[in-house]
C-alpha cells in the first residue's frame, strides 16, 4: 500500500553539489515524522520541494496519490522564523492565505487556540519571538492543509516558550488528523512529538536510520527524555555524521 | 538568613535627560547663524554689500512681499509639483517593471544608469532647444531631475525584499500580481519613500537650474534677478525662501513616511541615548 506523503527524491542539487540522492520517504495519513540529522544534509530542502518552492530536482512527490507539482492547498509550513508580513496585523497574517473572503472569526479561534488571545489587530512588531511563531503556526493551519511541514519552527525560541509550542503543536495535530514532517536538531523534541524518527546521512542518500517511537499519547516529557531511543539515535547521529 | 534588598543606583549617563522646553532643537543652528551674521555685519568684519545682515534680507523678503513675491514662490513650487509628479509616475512603475523582469532590466536599465550620470544643467541647452523658453523644459527638467532617485529606490526597494517573505507568498500560490502587490510592494515601501524623498529635493535643485537660465518669475529668477542688479539681499531672500519650502515639503513627505511605515520596528533615534 502506497504512503499517504510519498516522497521520492532520485537527485537534487545545489550547483554541481549534490544534496539529496536516493531518498525515500513514506508517511501515514496522521503520522507525526521528524527529520534529524546534522546542518548542510538536505533536511530543509527536502521541506522546500514538499513545499513546492524547488521544483529543480528529480523525483516525484505524491500526496494521497496525487503528484504534488508545486505549492499546494493541502500542505501547508511553517518556517524556523515566523515570516509574518510586518506591515499586516497579526489576524490578516493569519489570514493571508485565503485570498479575497478571509474568515476572520476563524483566524481569531486559531488565535485563541494558540494562546494569543486578543492580539488580532496588534502589529507583528509588538509581539515577542515565541508570540510571532504561534501566529506563524496559525496561520499554518488556517487553511486547514492536510500536511503541515515544520522546519526547526521552535529553535529561536527559549526553551519554556519551545515546551509550550511543541504541546500546542502536538494537540493541534493530534486534534486534526494532521500528518506532520518535522525537522529539529533536538533530539529529545523529536522523540516527544512524533510517532517515527528519521535519521538523515551527512553523504546524499537513502536516511540513514529510521526509529518508532511507540509511547502512547499523552506522554510525558520526563518519560521521553529517558526513552532508550534517546541513545541510540545520538549514537546513530555521532556514526552519521562523524568527521 | 533574612534577604537584603541590593539597590543598585542608575548612573548618571543611563538616566533620561531632561529635554529644554520651548523651541525644536533643528533652529538653534539656524538662529546662531543669524545672530553671528548680524554682528559680523554690524561690527564691519564683513562688508554688507557681499553680505547682508538678517535685518536687511528681513526688510527685502517685507518688499518683495508687496511685489509680487507669491507669484514668485507660486510658478516655482506649481513648477516643482508638476515636474516632481511626472517623474514620480513614471519611475514608478518603470522601476518596478525593471525589478521584476530581468529583459526589462537588461533593455532600460543601462541607458538609465548613463542618462542618470548626466548633469542637470548638460540638459538645458538641449530643452531650450526643442521647447523654447515655455514651461516645457522647465517641467520636464524638473522630471528628469525627480525621476532617477525614484526609480532607484524603487528598483532598489523591490531587489532588497526578503526571500523569505516572497516564499510565503509563493506558498500561499499567489500569481505574479498579487505577489508583486500584496507582498513586493508593501515591503518595498521604505527604499521607494526614500525615493520619493530623494526624488522631490533634487526636484527643487533642478528648478533652480532650469529657472536661472530662462524664467520671468520663480525663484530661480529672483536669484538672477538679484546678481544682475547687484543685490545680494534679494539673493539671499530667495535662498532663503527655497531652503523653508524644501523643508516644507520634505517635512509633508516625512509625514508620509510616519503615517505609511508606522508598521516599521527599526531602529530611530529616540532609540539612541
Not at chain 1, 495519513?29 to 514538499?50: D, F, P, R, W, Y
Not at chain 1, 515546551?163 to 522523540?191: P, Y
Request: neutral net charge; glycine residues 10%.
Amino acid at each position: 500500500m502506497s504512503a499517504f506523503l510519498d516522497i521520492a527524491i532520485n537527485e537534487k542539487s545545489h550547483g554541481a553539489r549534490a544534496v539529496l540522492r536516493g531518498f525515500h520517504l513514506g508517511l501515514r495519513q496522521g503520522e507525526i515524522v521528524s527529520l534529524v540529522g546534522a546542518s548542510g544534509c538536505g533536511k530543509s530542502t527536502l521541506l522546500s520541494i514538499v513545499a513546492g518552492l524547488d521544483s529543480a530536482y528529480r523525483g516525484a512527490v505524491h500526496l494521497d496519490g496525487r503528484p504534488l507539482t508545486g505549492p499546494d492547498a493541502d500542505v501547508g509550513l511553517v518556517f524556523q522564523a515566523p515570516r509574518l508580513f510586518p506591515w499586516l496585523s497579526v489576524a490578516q497574517n493569519v489570514v493571508f492565505g485565503a485570498g479575497t473572503q478571509p474568515d476572520l472569526v476563524r483566524a481569531d479561534a486559531l488565535l485563541g487556540e494558540v494562546g494569543l488571545q486578543g492580539y488580532g489587530a496588534a502589529l507583528p512588531k509588538q509581539l515577542s519571538g515565541g508570540q510571532a511563531q504561534r501566529a506563524a503556526i496559525a496561520r499554518g493551519l488556517y487553511l486547514e492543509p492536510r500536511v503541515l511541514l515544520l522546519d526547526e519552527p521552535f529553535s529561536a525560541v527559549d526553551a519554556f516558550t519551545r515546551m509550550r509550542l511543541q504541546d500546542l503543536l502536538a494537540q493541534a495535530a493530534r486534534q486534526r488528523g494532521l500528518t506532520v514532517l518535522l525537522v529539529t536538531h533536538d533530539i529529545d523534541e523529536a522523540l516527544y512529538l512524533s510517532d517515527r524518527v528519521i535519521l538523515m546521512d551527512s553523504m546524499p542518500g537513502p536516511a540513514r536510520a529510521e526509529f518508532a517511537v511507540d509511547a502512547p499519547w499523552p506522554r510525558e516529557r520526563r518519560e521521553m527524555a529517558g526513552s532508550p531511543l534517546k541513545p541510540a539515535i545520538l549514537d546513530s547521529l555521532h556514526a552519521a555524521h562523524a568527521i | 538568613m533574612e534577604r537584603q534588598a541590593i539597590i543598585i543606583e542608575t548612573p548618571q549617563s543611563l538616566r533620561p535627560r531632561r529635554r529644554l522646553p520651548g523651541l525644536p532643537l533643528g533652529l538653534l543652528l539656524p538662529t546662531l547663524a543669524l545672530i553671528g551674521a548680524e554682528i559680523g555685519v554690524r561690527a564691519g568684519l564683513v562688508p554688507a554689500n557681499l553680505l547682508p545682515p538678517p535685518s536687511a534680507i528681513l526688510e527685502a523678503l517685507s518688499w518683495l512681499l508687496e511685489n509680487g513675491l507669491a507669484g514668485h514662490v507660486g510658478a516655482s513650487t506649481l513648477r516643482v509639483a508638476a515636474g516632481f509628479a511626472a517623474g514620480a509616475l513614471l519611475a514608478l512603475p518603470l522601476g518596478a517593471l525593471v525589478a521584476l523582469n530581468r529583459r526589462a532590466e537588461a533593455v532600460f536599465d543601462p541607458t538609465f544608469q548613463a542618462l542618470r550620470a548626466i548633469p542637470s544643467l548638460a540638459w538645458v541647452p538641449l530643452l531650450l532647444l526643442w521647447f523654447g523658453i515655455d514651461e516645457a523644459p522647465k517641467i520636464i527638467l524638473i522630471a528628469i531631475g525627480a525621476f532617477f532617485p525614484v526609480y532607484m529606490g524603487v528598483v532598489a526597494g523591490i531587489r532588497g525584499v526578503d526571500r523569505g517573505l516572497t516564499e510565503v507568498g509563493l506558498l500561499y500560490r499567489l500569481s505574479p500580481f498579487a505577489l508583486a502587490r500584496r507582498v513586493l510592494l508593501p515591503a518595498a515601501l521604505p527604499s521607494i519613500l526614500t525615493g520619493l524623498r530623494n526624488g522631490l529635493s533634487l526636484a527643487w535643485m533642478f528648478m533652480v537650474a532650469a529657472e536661472l537660465i530662462a524664467a520671468s518669475r520663480g525663484l530661480g529668477y529672483l536669484l538672477t534677478d538679484g546678481r544682475e542688479s547687484s543685490r545680494a539681499d534679494i539673493m539671499l531672500a530667495a535662498i532663503v525662501l527655497l531652503a523653508v519650502l524644501g523643508k516644507i515639503s520634505d517635512s509633508a513627505m516625512q509625514a508620509l513616511e510616519r503615517r505609511w511605515l508606522a508598521w516599521r520596528d527599526s531602529y530611530t533615534t529616540k532609540d539612541a541615548r
